[in-house]
């Protein structure tokens, strides 16, 4: 195994560790955890491009390792109330719908690719949900925590318009041009 796949293993075994100890530990040690599985997000693709290591593994648990880690620190949120509900819902929605049609996507030898919004995504939603997190109530983080929160979720669902227009209706519409 190869260290960009170590380090999506790694987020991974780090995502029931966050859980455990979210609200059971000082939020320092829970944002600390979230952060270095943040980071790894970062590193294992830089590096498997990088060191051209991009495996199928990587290629498979690396977005599932993304959208998992993503959705439990946002059940956490939810349940101690620091973000509405509806925003775990309605990403948790998002990530199904990613994920069912990756898998038709795949049964047709088709891989899309993840696109910026996607990826702004997840940077944006990092920095909101560590702004977010249960500080010692410093009003100014929680209020550009919220806001950046609204811009990753918009990021988020523009991004799964244009990955259904890329996988879905841009071939159509080649084939029909063609």
């Not at 599985?37 to 290591?53: F, M, P, S, V």
């Not at 949900?129 to 249960?134: A, E, K, W, Y």
């Not at 209020?143 to 318009?161: D, I, K, Q, R």
Request: glycine share 6%; proline share 5%; net charge positive.
């Amino acid at each position: 195994m190869n260290l960009p796949n170590l380090l999506t293993a790694l987020r991974i075994a780090l995502i029931p560790v966050l859980i455990g100890t979210y609200g059971r530990v000082p939020p320092a040690v829970s944002l600390t955890i979230f952060l270095v599985a943040g980071l790894t997000d970062c590193l294992d693709g830089y590096l498997a491009r990088k060191w051209n290591q991009i495996t199928a593994f990587g290629k498979l648990f690396d977005p599932l390792a993304d959208k998992l880690l993503l959705l439990s620190v946002l059940f956490c949120f939810a349940k101690s109330r620091l973000i509405p509900w509806w925003v775990l819902i309605l990403m948790a929605v998002k990530e199904l719908l990613m994920m069912s049609g990756s898998l038709y996507m795949l049964h047709r030898n088709v891989v899309v690719s993840s696109n910026y919004l996607g990826k702004a995504a997840t940077v944006v939603f990092i920095l909101a949900l560590t702004f977010v997190f249960p500080w010692p109530k410093e009003q100014w983080l929680i209020t550009m925590g919220n806001a950046l929160l609204y811009v990753a979720v918009a990021l988020s669902v523009a991004a799964l318009f244009v990955y259904a227009y890329e996988a879905f209706l841009k071939p159509r519409q080649q084939k029909e041009e063609g």
